[in-house]
């Protein structure tokens, strides 16, 4: 089992920046890789970032590879993704998910998910 808690939404203009956090707690997390997703109103839920917790290799959905990073924070058992110069189109609920092993691009893969934090970027 693991637990994971998302915060750091908010309110931002086009441009800005904001970071998102993702508390995990549970079984150890040496096994375990770290997605984020985002849903938009009325859209799918999509695949944006992941780590392995371990290795730390990353990988990212193209509209958002040079200007997102995640990251993670061994002794903190958080996991980032830091999200620079937003548009309006990154508005969505971003929800983060974990699965053991290696990462995945689809949500089917993973098994457990945090309860979202709302993103909205205004023009």
């Known amino acids: 089992q693991v637990q994971l808690v998302e915060s750091g939404g908010g309110l931002v203009q086009a441009g800005g920046s904001l970071r998102l956090s993702c508390a995990a707690s549970?079984?150890?997390?040496?096994?375990?890789?770290i997605g984020w997703f985002r849903q938009a109103p009325g859209k799918d839920r999509h695949f944006v970032a992941a780590?392995?917790?371990?290795?730390?290799?990353?990988i990212y959905t193209d509209s958002v590879k040079d200007r997102f990073t995640i990251s993670r924070d061994n002794a903190k058992n958080t996991v980032y993704l830091q999200m620079n110069n937003l548009k309006p189109e990154d508005t969505a609920v971003y929800y983060c998910?974990?699965?053991?092993?290696?990462?995945?691009?689809?949500?089917?893969?993973?098994?457990?998910w945090g309860q979202g934090t709302q993103v909205t970027v205004s023009s």
């Open positions: 549970g079984r150890t997390l040496n096994n375990v890789a």
């Open positions: 998910a974990a699965k053991f092993y290696a990462y995945a691009d689809y949500v089917g893969a993973y098994a457990y």
């Open positions: 780590i392995t917790w371990g290795v730390g290799s990353t």
